[in-house]
């Protein structure tokens, strides 16, 4: 099983991200655990500076901006 989490403040963008790693598993019959990181300083503690960023399994694979859904399904 893949940890995710999606770091952000809870914008549009962070949402919509969130959302699109969720359909992607499903979509792939992959059992994620997804997290939503809204403390600020947690979000720092990963060097992100834009969100949403994306960690998976302890690993910063993305941030700023949503991400492709193809590059979500090389995550899974």
Known sequence: MK???VLGTGCA?????????EDAAKAKGVTVE?????DLQSIMSYGVMSTP????????????????????????
């Open 13 to 21: 963008n962070c949402k919509t991200t969130l959302k699109l790693i």
């Open 53 to 76: 960023g994306v960690v998976v399994d302890g690993k910063v694979v993305h941030a700023g901006g949503v991400p492709s859904r193809d590059k979500i399904a090389g995550w899974l």
């Open 3 to 5: 940890n995710i989490k």
């Open 34 to 38: 997804l997290e939503k990181i809204e």
